[in-house]
């Protein structure tokens, strides 16, 4: 019943109609969280209920627990990023965010959702500011240094770890000096993962058609997607 898409809407209706909190809410997501804490659901509707009532600070809390007693629920991490990044100045958050993940990685280095989680927050940078584009630029660069100078760190321990690798991959493959770097990880990557050895491959074909020939594969891919 509790991962049915229909029980949490009605509910959601229902509390939206009363207009306030109901006292025992939160002992019902409570019970539901011990017993599946990786019920989308459940997580979808705590986000509504948060920015409906304004429960910001406890729910930081909680999701500090949260993430404390299992670093590799998805879910939970998605919660985190909608608290910490919602209405707040990303500038002044991104940075601690990407310090509290690669803290994270650190306990764990194949946990892969907080690779993702940083990961999340190298896109989304350059994007998100207060209004002041100077600094989200700025920010995004000091970003880009320091997970590229953790991940090579990572990697020079574990040749192997393909969060590592693919995450300097990412980094490297916008500007053209970087060319022969990203060649030779896909080729590290591809020998050490040879379960991915395949994909390793193609995206070093990949890479390497749109560095020799940038707009042609920007027209490839629009086209594919006509």
């Known amino acids: 019943m509790?991962?049915?898409?229909?029980?949490?809407?009605?509910?959601?209706?229902?509390?939206?109609?009363?207009?306030?909190?109901?006292?025992?809410?939160?002992e019902h997501l409570k019970r539901i969280y011990e017993s599946d804490d990786k019920n989308y659901h459940m997580?979808?509707?705590?986000?509504?209920l948060t920015e409906t009532f304004g429960l910001w600070e406890n729910e930081r809390k909680m999701i500090?627990?949260?993430l404390e007693e299992n670093p590799t629920n998805n879910s939970a991490w998605s919660y985190r990023h909608f608290l910490m990044l919602h209405g707040a100045d990303y500038v002044k958050v991104a940075e601690k965010e990407a310090e509290f993940a690669m803290k994270e990685i650190t306990s764990n280095v194949v946990n892969e959702c907080a690779w993702v989680y940083l990961k999340g927050l190298l896109l989304a940078t350059p994007k998100r500011s207060a209004g002041d584009v100077g600094a989200a630029l700025e920010?995004?660069?000091?970003?880009?240094?320091?997970?590229?100078?953790?991940c090579e760190k990572?990697?020079?321990?574990?040749?192997?770890?393909?969060f590592a690798g693919a995450m300097l991959i990412d980094l490297w493959k916008h500007d053209k000096k970087n060319k022969e770097r990203v060649m030779k990880m896909c080729d590290r990557l591809a020998k050490a993962d040879g379960i991915r050895k395949n994909y390793w491959m193609w995206l070093k074909e990949r890479f390497e058609t749109e560095m020799e020939n940038p707009a042609e594969s920007t027209d490839s891919r629009e086209d594919a997607k006509q």
């Not at 997580?43 to 509504?48: G, K, V």
């Not at 920010?139 to 953790?150: F, N």
């Open 64 to 66: 500090a627990v949260s």
């Open 154 to 162: 990572v990697f020079a321990v574990d040749s192997s770890n393909r």
């Open 2 to 26: 509790t991962k049915n898409y229909q029980y949490w809407h009605h509910r959601l209706l229902i509390v939206k109609k009363y207009g306030k909190l109901p006292i025992n809410e939160y």
């Open 43 to 48: 997580w979808t509707y705590r986000m509504w």
């Open 139 to 150: 920010l995004a660069e000091k970003l880009k240094v320091l997970v590229e100078e953790y």
